[in-house]
T-cell receptor
Framework: GAVVSQHPSRVICKSGTSVKIECRSL??????MFWYRQFPKQSLMLMAT?????????EQGVEKDKFLINHASLTLSTLTVTSAHPEDSSFYIC???????????FGQGTRLTVV | KQEVTQIPAALSVPEGENLVLNCSFT??????LQWFRQDPGKGLTSLLL?????REQTSGRLNASLDKSSGRSTLYIAASQPGDSATYLC????????FGTGTSLTVIP
């Protein structure tokens, strides 16, 4: 299947700093990319949907100024956690798909720890 | 809003058994349904994708069925192996993905 690469896989940062997570579709052009957050032993919670070249659509309760999403090209989307706090510590996963009727592929996730 | 439920939440079976995981959803207006596997601390691996016009898909020991009218899908795993131990997630898709709560499977050697 297609490959979605997410980087970094783990990151530890100090409270108040910003962290950028990259999501790349390596062998296809992703019209849409999704960003999820997952708490321990829970399912994935959709944070936002991003379409190439347009602003991301955020789910209710997700602060767009805190979680900045950029989808500058058909193969790259980034999530920046700004002014991170310990409560932002979580597992973040991205996914990408060509269009609504095609299979979605997921990155390997990023474990963010804010100390 | 679409709600997706998976039953059971956890399942433990001896190696070699066949098993069925269940997924139900409230809104039948979906594009497709996808089954995923997630190992601890890892991302998701796509297992099977069933288009809304299809009734089932098979891959190796896995068979997934879809009944849109009743809002149900099942994932059948034949001859389970310890390597099948993981969390299995179903997701119904339209413009967004709606994930189920997951079934944690343990296959005991």
């Amino acid at each position: 299947g297609a490959v979605v690469s997410q980087h970094p896989s783990r990151v530890i940062c100090k409270s108040g700093t910003s962290v950028k997570i990259e999501c790349r579709s390596l062998d296809f052009q992703a019209t849409t990319m999704f960003w999820y957050r997952q708490f321990p032993k829970q399912s994935l919670m959709l944070m936002a949907t991003s379409n190439e070249g347009s602003k991301a659509t955020y789910e209710q309760g997700v602060e767009k100024d805190k979680f900045l999403i950029n989808h500058a090209s058909l193969t790259l989307s980034t999530l920046t956690v700004t002014s991170a706090h310990p409560e932002d510590s979580s597992f973040y996963i991205c996914s990408a798909r060509l269009d609504t009727n095609t299979e979605a592929f997921f990155g390997q996730g990023t474990r963010l720890t804010v100390v | 809003k679409q709600e997706v439920t998976q039953i059971p939440a956890a399942l433990s079976v001896p190696e070699g058994e066949n098993l069925v995981l269940n997924c139900s959803f409230t809104d039948s207006a979906i594009y497709n349904l996808q089954w995923f596997r997630q190992d601890p601390g890892k991302g998701l691996t796509s297992l099977l994708l069933i288009q809304s016009s299809q009734r089932e898909q098979t891959s190796g020991r896995l068979n997934a069925s879809l009944d849109k009218s009743s809002g149900r899908s099942t994932l059948y795993i034949a001859a389970s192996q310890p390597g099948d131990s993981a969390t299995y997630l179903c997701a119904v898709t339209g413009n967004q993905f709606y994930f189920g709560t997951g079934t944690s499977l343990t296959v005991i050697p």
